[in-house]
């Protein structure tokens, strides 16, 4: 009853709203201690498997079952108490869902802000169970390398949303409005070179603390001339029989966020796969429980400016992520989970300026494997305390440098090789030093 009030209070504060049939506060608040790659321990709301966030959800009778729903959803920092959170400093909002709808008798349509096809699929079926520090939703993330990219969104804005579900079936399709997925996330502090880049002479190309990638804003494309609307669907079944469950699932979409207007953020062109599909499968004997899932992302950035910074041209990403969870008691759990990551990728460093015939080009892979184990403990149905430990190895970030001439670059012999794959290879090591190696999280989480 008080978290009744209390959301109606907050609803009356954003403009007043009426009361509906059914109104609640909810959330989950999340601290723990985590210590990730070469970066110091941090008392930090843990980022992956229980991000803290708060809402208001509502829902109004409007018989021959048919009800109107919304939701209200924003992430927050409870380490702090800030609105302020993540590394790009976002400020509160209700960034995790925002969306008004109607439930009838053939199933759900939301219009708003929600979660895309991938993570219907992966993380409503409980696909992703094990991951521990490292995550798999609609990133991609087997590995624990999304922060190198984003690969696929995990939620899409003005959007239409269609969900249905019965007798273990669940399905739905979601479709945005042209240009909407176009938009180049924000940093707010640009990615500089964390050591001097040299030849094998040793002559300095680009010093430390040199900018190799710059701040960047938001722009919204939505409408605009030119732009796709992204698009998607998924599917998945779940049953069981005695002492048997299973499960399988698939998804796919597409993203077409590959359309920028402002060339002073094509630096920044997010390598978004433009389409991408997922598989997952789950087998279950009492308290043991198998996941896995494999997803391709195909990225194509060629209609962006190299001339503006957009290098990566094409990619294409293979995730493996498989997990073994086992219910010691009804409030006990430990799992195991490896994932492995792959990406090649095709660059064009430099180009004609009349012709624009592609003269530097480049390849090369991002690859690397996680491992994982954690264990979780249900002080009650709404309190539970955990512990992760992850290690990321087997890493390669490589890239081969071609001129219209015909030589092959392959090391820092020259200054050329260094402005180009020494750079790109910078890029991904800057945000890769706090993911690899060994990783360790001690937390608590609380839902209400």
């Known amino acids: 009853m008080k978290k009744t009030l209390i959301a109606i209070s907050l609803l009356s ?4 709203a009426h009361a509906a049939s059914s109104v609640q506060l909810y959330g989950t608040m999340n601290v723990a201690v985590t210590k990730k790659g070469d970066a110091g321990v941090t008392l930090k709301a843990q980022e992956y498997r229980y991000a803290s966030h708060v809402g208001i959800k509502g829902s109004e009778d409007l018989g021959n079952g048919y009800s109107a729903i919304f939701k209200l959803e924003a992430e927050l920092e409870p380490d702090t108490g800030s609105g302020t959170y993540g590394s790009d400093g976002k400020a509160f909002s209700f960034n995790r869902q925002a969306y008004v709808g109607v439930i009838t008798p053939f199933g759900a349509f939301r219009v708003g802000r929600s979660y895309t096809p991938f993570v219907n699929m992966w993380i409503g079926g409980n ?4 991951r521990g520090i490292g995550e798999f939703t609609g990133g991609l993330v087997g590995s624990g390398l999304r922060t190198t990219h984003p690969e696929v969104a ?17 399905a739905g399709f979601a479709v945005t409005t042209k240009g909407s997925q176009s938009v180049v996330p924000t940093r707010n502090e640009p990615l ?4 001097d880049l040299k030849t094998a002479g040793g002559a300095v190309v680009i010093p430390k603390g040199y900018i190799i990638s710059p701040a960047t804003t938001s722009v919204d494309n939505e409408g605009k001339k030119g732009t796709k609307p992204a698009y998607g669907l998924y599917a998945r079944y779940e049953g069981k029989a005695g002492l048997w469950g299973y499960k399988v699932g698939a998804a796919y979409q597409v993203e077409n966020g590959g359309s ?16 991408a599909w997922l598989v997952g499968a789950g087998l279950s004997y009492g308290p043991v429980a198998f996941n896995a899932g494999y997803a391709v992302a195909k990225i194509n950035n060629t209609d962006l400016s190299v001339a503006s910074g957009a290098r990566l041209r094409t990619a294409k990403s293979k995730t493996l992520f498989a997990s073994l969870a086992y219910n010691v008691t009804s409030n006990d759990k430990i799992y ?13 460093f430099a180009v004609h300026p009349v012709t624009g015939a592609a003269l530097l080009t480049g390849s090369g892979d991002i690859k690397g494997s996680q491992y994982s184990m954690g264990y979780e403990h249900n002080l009650s149905k709404r ?33 050329t090789y260094v402005q180009s794959c020494g750079v790109a290879i910078e890029t991904v090591d800057s945000v890769l030093k706090t993911e690899k190696g060994w990783s360790y999280d001690i937390g608590i989480s609380h839902s209400f």
């Open 260 to 275: 920028y207007q402002s060339s002073g953020n094509n630096q920044n062109a997010p390598a978004e796969a433009q389409k």
């Open 13 to 16: 504060a954003f403009g007043g």
């Open 127 to 130: 696909f992703s169970e094990g």
């Open 192 to 195: 500089r070179a964390s050591q």
């Open 154 to 170: 995990a939620r899409w804005n003005n959007a239409l949303f269609y969900d249905v579900q019965k007798n273990g079936f669940a």
């Open 336 to 348: 195991v989970s490896y994932g492995r990551f792959k990406r090649s990728n095709d660059y064009t």
């Open 383 to 415: 309190t539970t305390v955990y512990a992760n430990v992850r290690k990321v190895t087997n890493i390669t970030n490589s890239c081969t440098a071609k001129s219209i001439t015909g030589a092959v670059l392959t090391n820092n012999a020259t200054a």
